[in-house]
């Protein structure tokens, strides 16, 4: 069984209807991405997941265990954590701070917050320069390291990533993506939901395309970028995602890594 089934999910607000049954599954180790326009449904997607909306009907199963509509501190308990749309840092906070909020699922757990905090830093440097400034004056590259780095605090074992490159400079998604490999790498299953397709694909194993509250297409992400399903999808801009996506392969994260180092 995979380790997120999302099965004949339906949702609304009040009486209007945001998702009409859509099924996603994500295996353990998987980076899976769900690509959609903005209104296609991916933010009210995560936030089912975390508990923060109620499902209409469907099933929600994480590691085995139904999840839906299960009270949101139980679901982090669990070993998932989301990081929102726009980040939604605590900004008269500190750097630190603001990652030891994150931590509240294993604070009777000293040793692994300590862990944790030391693994964060060490996947985002620039937090640990910057550890006793208060979050507000960060820049919006710094303040996703920081959202991102909020919700690995709570040692998930599925991180749940909204629109991580949304009103980011390209460099600072270069970083940021890099940075989302990695945590995989360290054995963490990650899906995030985006608009931005190019980056996106260069990112995923699997590809899930959302329009209107539906899942429209779906499969490895490589055959998503070279299949006539992306052509329906992003009509004239399908063959400028492709260049980019096999460009941003091609770098091997250079440009990342040179704004890690700073330079």
Do not use: C
Not at 186 to 213: C, F, H, S, W
């Amino acid at each position: 069984m995979p380790l997120l089934r999302v099965t004949d999910l339906r949702v609304g607000y009040g009486t209007v209807p945001a998702l009409h049954g859509i099924s996603i599954d994500v295996e353990e180790g998987e980076i899976v991405a769900v690509l959609g326009p903005n209104g296609a449904g991916k933010t009210t997607t995560l936030s089912t997941i975390s508990g923060l909306l109620k499902p209409w009907s469907g099933s929600i199963t994480f590691a085995g265990d139904e999840i839906g509509g299960a009270d949101p501190g139980r679901i982090v308990a669990m070993g998932i954590a989301h990081v929102p749309e726009g980040r939604r840092v605590f900004p008269a906070l500190s750097v630190e701070e603001n990652l030891r909020l994150g931590s509240w699922a294993q604070r009777d757990k000293p040793s692994a917050v300590r862990e944790g905090l030391e693994r964060v830093l060490g996947y985002f440097p620039v937090l640990g320069e910057r550890r006793s400034q208060l979050a507000g004056t960060l820049s919006g590259g710094e303040q996703q390291m920081l959202a991102i780095g909020r919700a690995l605090m709570s040692g998930p074992k599925l991180l749940i990533i909204d629109e991580a490159a949304l009103g980011l400079a390209p460099v600072m998604v270069d970083t940021v993506f890099e940075i989302v490999k990695q945590i995989r790498a360290d054995g963490k299953t990650v899906l995030i939901v985006e608009q931005n397709a190019p980056v996106t694909l260069a990112l995923a194993d699997r590809v899930y395309l959302m329009q209107r509250g539906e899942i429209t297409a779906g499969g490895p992400a490589a055959e998503i970028r070279e299949a006539g399903v992306l052509d329906a999808y992003l009509g004239p801009m399908a063959a400028v995602a492709r260049s980019m996506a096999a460009a941003d392969a091609a770098k091997g994260g250079s440009r990342a890594r040179r704004a890690r180092r700073g330079s």
